[in-house]
């Protein structure tokens, strides 16, 4: 059974269409997001999220060699490299890994999620449910402020 169903749906802007005859459906349970009023917007937002995971690799052969330097210790505190940064060094030399480091590693990446969701929930529901418009950036730190 459908939580949520669209059909056929239509969406321009003037005389130009971004969407002709969308259809999908949600179910209980499932979890449905976008990127963008477009496909264009969508690639372009997912590329700079996809770009954030690669940092961690761009400092790979550095981890390797020097898994406890500054690199490493920074990285390990940053939302979108700590997953793979506290894994590699985990692996490299797992004494070398202080439990402080990997609990605030950890909670740093819990407490980023949350504030993501929160601020994400909050523009969402005033820039797009409210007034159906795309926010412009000034509303959007405005609102980020205000959660």
């Not at 997912?46 to 990285?75: I, K, N």
């Not at 490299?92 to 590693?105: K, Q, S």
Request: hydrophobic share 50%; charged share 15%; proline share 5%.
């Amino acid at each position: 059974m459908s939580f949520l169903r669209f059909d056929q749906i239509h969406k321009s802007y003037g005389e130009s269409a971004a969407r002709r005859g969308v259809s999908f459906e949600v179910h209980e349970g499932e979890v449905l997001g976008l990127l963008g009023p477009t496909e264009k917007q969508a690639q372009q937002w997912g590329m700079v999220w996809a770009l954030l995971a690669v940092v961690p690799m761009m400092f790979l052969g550095l981890l390797l060699h020097e898994p406890h330097g500054t690199a490493g210790r920074v990285l390990s505190w940053l939302p979108f490299s700590s997953p793979i940064v506290l894994v590699v060094r985990l692996a490299l030399d797992p004494a070398g890994v202080a439990w402080w480091e990997l609990a605030g590693g950890i909670t740093v990446l819990v407490g980023a999620t949350w504030l993501a969701i929160r601020v994400g929930a909050r523009l969402f529901r005033v820039g797009i449910l409210l007034t159906g418009a795309r926010p412009k950036l000034r509303e959007i730190l405005r609102q980020a402020r205000l959660s």
